[in-house]
């Protein structure tokens, strides 16, 4: 069917115009004088009416906190009542209750209060929490207790956020910018929205072992480094991030379209070694003699591993210098240098000899040797 016009339908739905025919670029968009990040402090002048209904928020605090409370509450209320938010202490229930008044005109300052007792029950101090007030700063509270289920697991990991002598903890916070409390199952972080984005994923990444502490350090001081430097604005950083080294994981075996064996059950094994069919008395008996089997295999240990340092240690045996074979070789090797010492003694002899003094000598007749007569 066609209108007057002589134009279909299906024609009108092809001419209709986009979506998005306003999304122009606005002047402001780029203007590089307007800081969109920027958080104007509030004038009491915007809203002069005040606020219609009356908001409050209430938290409980521990018990242990509750002489610290008492002393700090004049500091608290008096700085609540300059931004027109009143504040209750009630030490009966063991809750502290902030809400708005007809004072009130910053609609948001009754949230900042709320955060404000948030952080006070968490034992952050109160010259810290009275910070959140303030318009650039905000808070964040982490639960990290149901994220391990291993009590044990889990005060390791949150040692590891803390560090030795709370080294890492102060790293963090000079990195981030950001206040760290940890307390019993929640970390309280205080500072910039990017700061805290920060703190929460270093945090979750340390207490599900994703990451630690440390190599998130590492990446923070590299990106600080990096943002010194201009030329690297627009480049990719993910290349220059340091990553945790992953230990190696066992070989998967091949997919296998059959099960496993069955492993034999108790009985299985009990029908087999015919144990199955023993009596009660039997079983029992028999236990009790293995039982007392093991125990004299470990007195008997025990008792020669005490017996050993009374043991005294082999003397190391010396070799006898007058053996029959030492003799032997002693005798030998004299007679021959004997024989040595007369052939030599012969060859110097027929060399050496001097024929006029031969001759001399042999005119004249030898001395007679002195006899020796015993006296009687």
Same mark, same amino acid.
């Given at each position: 069917?066609?209108?007057?016009?002589?134009?279909?339908?299906?024609?009108?739905?092809?001419?209709?115009?986009?979506?998005?025919?306003?999304?122009?670029?606005?002047?402001?968009?780029e203007?590089?004088n307007?800081?969109?990040?920027?958080?104007?402090?509030?004038?009491?002048?915007?809203?002069?009416?005040?606020?219609?209904?009356?908001?409050?928020?209430?938290?409980?605090?521990?018990?242990?906190?509750?002489?610290?409370l008492?002393?700090?509450?004049?500091?608290?209320?008096?700085?609540?009542?300059?931004h027109?938010?009143?504040?209750?202490?009630?030490?009966?229930?063991?809750?502290? *209750?902030?809400?708005?008044?007809?004072?009130?005109?910053?609609?948001?300052?009754?949230?900042?209060?709320?955060?404000?007792?948030?952080?006070?029950?968490?034992?952050?101090?109160?010259?810290? @929490?009275?910070?959140?007030?303030?318009?650039?700063?905000?808070?964040d509270i982490?639960?990290?207790?149901?994220?391990v289920?291993?009590?044990?697991?889990?005060?390791?990991?949150?040692?590891?956020?803390?560090?030795?002598?709370?080294?890492?903890?102060k790293?963090?916070?000079?990195?981030?910018?950001?206040?760290i409390?940890?307390q019993?199952?929640?970390? @309280?972080?205080?500072?910039?929205?990017?700061?805290?984005?920060?703190v929460?994923?270093?945090v979750?990444?340390?207490?599900q072992?994703?990451?630690?502490?440390?190599?998130?350090?590492?990446?923070?001081?590299?990106?600080?480094?990096?943002?010194?430097?201009?030329?690297?604005?627009?480049?990719?950083?993910?290349?220059k991030?340091?990553k945790?080294?992953?230990?190696?994981?066992?070989?998967?075996?091949?997919?296998?379209?059959f099960?496993?064996?069955?492993?034999?059950?108790?009985?299985?094994i009990?029908?087999e070694?015919?144990?199955?069919? %023993?009596?009660?008395?039997t079983?029992?008996a028999?236990?009790?003699q293995?039982?007392q089997e093991?125990?004299?295999?470990?007195?008997?240990e025990?008792?020669?591993?005490?017996?050993? @340092?009374?043991?005294?240690?082999?003397?190391?045996?010396?070799?006898?210098?007058?053996?029959?074979?030492?003799r032997?070789?002693?005798?030998?090797?004299? *007679?021959?240098?004997?024989?040595?010492a007369?052939?030599?003694?012969?060859?110097? %002899?027929?060399?050496?000899?001097?024929?006029?003094?031969y001759? @001399?000598?042999?005119?004249?007749?030898?001395?007679?040797?002195?006899?020796?007569?015993?006296? *009687?």
């Amino acid at each position: 069917m066609e209108h007057d016009s002589g134009v279909s339908e299906e024609d009108e739905m092809k001419v209709k115009k986009p979506k998005g025919k306003h999304d122009k670029p606005k002047p402001w968009d780029e203007d590089p004088n307007i800081d969109r990040w920027k958080i104007e402090k509030f004038d009491p002048s915007w809203n002069e009416g005040g606020m219609l209904e009356v908001s409050s928020f209430s938290t409980l605090f521990p018990q242990y906190l509750e002489k610290y409370l008492q002393e700090i509450w004049p500091k608290v209320k008096s700085d609540l009542k300059g931004h027109g938010v009143s504040c209750e202490l009630n030490l009966v229930e063991g809750s502290i *209750t902030v809400s708005t008044t007809r004072k009130t005109r910053d609609p948001y300052i009754i949230v900042k209060a709320r955060d404000l007792i948030k952080l006070l029950s968490r034992s952050v101090p109160v010259a810290q @929490a009275l910070k959140i007030l303030n318009d650039e700063m905000q808070c964040d509270i982490i639960k990290i207790g149901n994220l391990v289920r291993n009590k044990e697991r889990f005060v390791k990991r949150r040692q590891h956020l803390i560090g030795p002598n709370a080294s890492t903890l102060k790293a963090l916070e000079i990195l981030t910018g950001c206040y760290i409390l940890v307390q019993g199952n929640t970390v @309280a972080a205080m500072g910039s929205f990017k700061g805290l984005k920060q703190v929460r994923r270093i945090v979750e990444d340390c207490i599900q072992n994703k990451m630690h502490p440390v190599y998130h350090i590492k990446i923070l001081m590299m990106k600080k480094e990096l943002e010194k430097d201009p030329a690297l604005a627009d480049e990719n950083w993910d290349r220059k991030n340091v990553k945790q080294k992953k230990t190696k994981s066992k070989e998967k075996k091949p997919y296998t379209p059959f099960p496993p064996p069955q492993q034999p059950s108790k009985v299985d094994i009990q029908l087999e070694t015919g144990e199955y069919f %023993l009596s009660d008395k039997t079983k029992s008996a028999k236990k009790w003699q293995e039982k007392q089997e093991k125990q004299s295999e470990k007195t008997a240990e025990n008792k020669r591993k005490r017996e050993a @340092a009374f043991i005294v240690p082999e003397e190391p045996i010396k070799k006898d210098s007058n053996s029959k074979d030492d003799r032997e070789d002693v005798a030998a090797m004299a *007679t021959s240098l004997k024989e040595k010492a007369k052939a030599f003694g012969k060859q110097n %002899l027929v060399e050496n000899v001097n024929v006029e003094a031969y001759i @001399a000598e042999s005119g004249e007749k030898p001395p007679k040797k002195k006899s020796k007569h015993r006296k *009687t």
